[in-house]
């Protein structure tokens, strides 16, 4: 998947664009500028765009920790505790490396101010019965938000990175 560039870039703009519009819509509705009956056939949209999104992460983090396997290093579960298992810091900023600075920076900060609706409004449900209200739009509005900086710049990262991780994964991993 890490050798994909032109696809990686694509699923990045759809990242940036899901992240903007999600900011936008909780920004919106929050001021009351967009009703909630608005807001939500562009809710129902972005959860839409993030799905994927997140789907295609999961097969590129899935590509690293293959990678990993075939270096000999243990996989990584919710169990592995041991430092071997765990991702180095060369590892870990691997994934980061040729993401712009101001993108991570932005992606952080995108990522903290979603949090804060999430957290106000806690639990979000809604089924097509229901009507469509102001906590329904910020929350799935923030959700969205969320998921989409924290996969920005991992896909700016891979779009920009020189070969696939393979590439550089095994040099790393080889002088340590």
Not at 4 to 14: G, I, S
Not at 17 to 45: D, G, I, N, R, Y
């Amino acid at each position: 998947m890490s050798k994909l560039k032109a696809f990686l870039r694509v699923v990045e703009v759809v990242a940036g664009c899901a992240l903007l519009t999600a900011m936008a819509l909780v920004l919106l509705v929050k001021t009351q500028l967009m009703s909630p009956a608005t807001a939500q056939p562009v809710v129902v949209a972005l959860v839409c765009a993030v799905l994927p999104v997140w789907g295609t992460l999961v097969v590129l983090l899935g590509e690293l920790a293959r990678v990993r396997w075939l270096a000999g290093r243990p996989l990584l579960t919710p169990f592995s505790w041991s430092a071997q298992a765990r991702l180095a810091n060369e590892e870990a900023k691997l994934l980061f490396d040729w993401c712009p600075r101001s993108w991570r920076f932005a992606s952080l900060v995108a990522a903290a101010v979603a949090i804060v609706p999430i957290v106000g409004i806690g639990k979000v449900e809604w089924s097509p019965g229901q009507e469509f209200t102001q906590a329904h739009a910020l929350g799935f509005s923030a959700i969205a938000a969320f998921f989409s900086a924290m996969a920005f710049p991992t896909f700016a990262s891979a779009s920009r990175m020189p070969g696939q991780y393979s590439d550089h994964v095994s040099r790393r991993w080889e002088r340590s």
